[in-house]
């Protein structure tokens, strides 16, 4: 099976055009947006950080970002690049995303040549119901499609598989995590950077909305303001995007407005690949 046309979109708009030595441009989808999707400028910068790295060899093993300005998604973005350091082992760079004039989005990210040493992690969770036997998008949420309107049959380049119910469905309904099967639709070429950049604009996807399971609360109620805050992720185990990835995701702490979420990211075989830590902005517009 060859790239789908939205996983083929993704990837286009995951390329950066080179402006200069350092310097990246991007673009954003045309889509019915009031702010440009967290995912796509995180994985830009990625992206762009990627690009100045000389050694093949080295990989993408922690990323850390703030957002700090919503994207205007009529408007191109800037991705400005300052090589930090480049060691005999690590390489390190941070990236500004910029617009009119503006830092939207800052991100240091370090890359690591492979390294024999110690082998070790967490349990991952099983007795789980295959991704196969799982509702997709348009099936899970086909009881709401007048609601939902163009969203509905927008065509979709990551395919998510919820265990624990979804949004509408799950409202009213308090718990602590939430765990979802996703990968890329398609098939992606081979380098891992492409893998951890898809990755990282999938992380985005419903890490948030995870710091409202406890209140039984969902974000498409008009009762709440949500942006995120910043990201964090830690790459351990090589992986790929298109083969399903386990997204166990959990409420760490909600407070002074704020809600923090964390999250492990397994291979179908029980991998640990990547972890991720997300705070975003959760403040209430009604009485809840």
């Known amino acids: 099976m060859g790239v789908g046309s939205a996983l083929d979109d993704l990837l286009d708009l995951l390329d950066l055009e080179p402006i200069e030595v350092n310097i990246f441009r991007g673009h954003s989808p045309v889509e019915d947006r009031v702010r440009v999707f967290g995912g796509q400028v995180a994985g830009q910068s990625l992206v762009a950080a990627s690009r ?157 909305d995870t710091t409202l399971l406890p209140h039984g609360l969902g974000w498409g109620d008009g009762m709440m303001q949500m942006a995120s805050l910043d990201h964090a992720m830690w790459f351990h185990r090589p992986f790929r995007a298109d083969d399903w990835l386990l997204y166990d995701q959990h409420a760490i702490s909600n407070s002074n407005a704020r809600g923090l979420a964390g999250a492990s990211i397994y291979t179908r075989e029980g991998q640990l690949a990547v972890t991720v830590v997300q705070e975003g902005l959760i403040r209430l517009t009604k009485e809840t």
């Not at 349990?123 to 969203?151: H, I, N």
């Open 52 to 208: 100045t790295v000389d050694d093949p060899g080295r990989v993408v093993h922690s990323l850390h970002a703030y957002f700090l300005r919503p994207g205007d998604p009529a408007a191109p973005i800037l991705y400005e690049v300052s090589r930090l350091r480049d060691g005999r082992s690590f390489t390190t760079r941070q990236v500004k995303a910029i617009q009119h004039g503006e830092v939207i989005f800052n991100l240091h990210a370090s890359f690591h040549s492979h390294e024999p040493g110690l082998q070790w992690q967490i349990t991952a969770p099983g007795g789980l119901p295959d991704p196969e036997s799982l509702p997709d998008f348009k099936t899970r949420m086909a009881p709401f499609r007048d609601k939902m309107g163009d969203w509905y049959e927008r065509p979709r380049p990551i395919d998510t598989r919820h265990i624990s119910g979804d949004y509408p469905s799950r409202v009213g309904v308090e718990m602590q995590g939430q765990r979802v099967w996703l990968r890329a639709d398609g098939t992606l070429p081979s380098d891992p950077m492409v893998h951890a950049v898809v990755a990282t604009y999938a992380s985005d996807m419903t890490l948030l």
